[in-house]
């Protein structure tokens, strides 16, 4: 299973919430930095099981939970994509909230 960190208190507006993740999760540099992208570049990841660990989810959820929202809600979609075309989900998202 590959492994990432992401830490929810680096996540602070939607700027900082697509560098980090560019950054943690080694994104193409023609990341485009919006969740279209986003959902893209995680879809490609998660060819493999694929767990992404939010810590200080808790903070993130109180301080910015619009971005929460949107790791979760598109990671699910990711996950939605595999299963319609025969796939298995192999996203995992796991945070501390």
Not at 24 to 49: H, K, M, Q, S, V
Not at 72 to 94: D, Q, T
Request: proline share 4%; glycine share 6%.
């Amino acid at each position: 299973m590959i492994k990432f960190k992401i830490n929810g208190q680096k996540l602070t507006n939607w700027k900082a919430f697509h560098s980090e993740f560019k950054a943690e999760l080694n994104f193409p540099d023609y990341y485009g930095e919006n969740i279209d992208a986003w959902i893209d570049c995680i879809d490609e990841l998660t060819e493999r099981p694929t767990l992404l660990l939010i810590e200080n989810g808790k903070y993130l959820k109180e301080n910015a939970p619009e971005l929460l929202n949107a790791i979760m809600e598109c990671g699910a979609f990711v996950n939605y994509k595999k299963i319609e075309v025969g796939e298995n989900p192999n996203l995992l998202i796991a945070t501390d909230c």
